[in-house]
């Protein structure tokens, strides 16, 4: 596997930049919700979109609503629940109807997850995730499960960290991303997409793709992004260098 090298400082000049939350800008924690967005973070994301003049986007597996939670009030586009939904710079939003299944998947995910110690079900707009961070042997059963229960309602199986994921199909990062780009201001820039993630592999494609770039972040493995940072700290001292550079 080629070894990819660390961003140039200058990449952000005249871009559009796409980050990926859980991961690529705060440390994985043990549960959802033990994520801490610190004053450093909320700062640097609001000095970006600043240098940027808005053309910064979150985009997570999170719902909208979550990465609202966690930063309050911020002037950026925000795309969730894999691509399924946009809050768009001016506020207004886009969303997908609510699958009709998902409430049998979640009785059948939290009745499964009672059962054994570990088990976390998150409750999502579009889907519903199966974490399994705490009881690493369930790996095999609730991938099992969540293919018994796509079989039968039609659902995406998503997987992620630790976790998978019943949800609505037809979207994933890398629509996100185009559809991001085809509207002010990220329209006629780069995009550069900062991801850690297998779900993050159709947004390096399409950023790639559109004449900007993907970044990995985290160990090297096999991706479709042109350069790697090694975790989340390294991240996030570039995204500052690359800010002063670009204004
Ligand atoms: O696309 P992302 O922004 O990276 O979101 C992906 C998923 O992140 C969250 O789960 C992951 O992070 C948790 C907190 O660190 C961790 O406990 C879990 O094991 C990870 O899978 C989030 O809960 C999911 O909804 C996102 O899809």
């Given amino acids: 596997m080629p070894s990819k090298s660390a961003p140039p400082a200058g990449l952000l000049r005249n871009a559009a930049l796409f980050l990926d939350f859980d991961g690529t800008l705060v440390e994985l924690a043990a549960r959802p919700e033990l994520v801490a967005v610190d004053a450093r973070l909320a700062s640097l994301l609001e000095r970006l979109a600043k240098t940027l003049s808005g053309r910064v986007a979150i985009v997570s597996g999170r719902p909208v609503a979550g990465i609202v939670g966690l930063f309050g009030p911020l002037p950026l586009t925000i795309a969730g629940s ?13 969303l997908p109807e609510r699958p009709g299944a998902l409430d049998r998947i979640l009785s059948d995910m939290k009745h499964f997850a009672t059962a054994t110690s570990g088990l976390l079900v998150e409750e999502k707009p579009f889907g519903a995730a199966l974490h399994y961070r705490a009881a690493p042997d369930m790996h095999d059963a609730a991938h099992a499960l969540a293919r018994s229960l796509a079989a039968e309602t039609g659902l995406h199986v998503q997987t992620g960290k630790m976790m998978v994921e019943l949800r609505l199909g037809g979207a994933d990062k890398g629509t996100a991303l185009h559809r991001l780009m085809e509207r002010s201001p990220m329209a006629g820039h780069r995009p550069i997409f900062l991801g850690d993630d297998d779900t993050d592999e159709p947004a390096m494609v399409a950023a790639e793709a559109l004449g900007g770039a993907g970044i ?15 975790g989340v700290a390294a991240t996030l001292d570039w995204l500052e260098a690359a800010c002063e550079h670009a204004a």
């Fill in 82 to 94: 894999h691509g399924l939904e946009v809050r768009w710079h001016d506020g207004t939003k886009t």
């Fill in 216 to 230: 990995l972040v985290g160990e090297a493995r096999p991706s479709s992004a042109s350069y790697r940072l090694p």
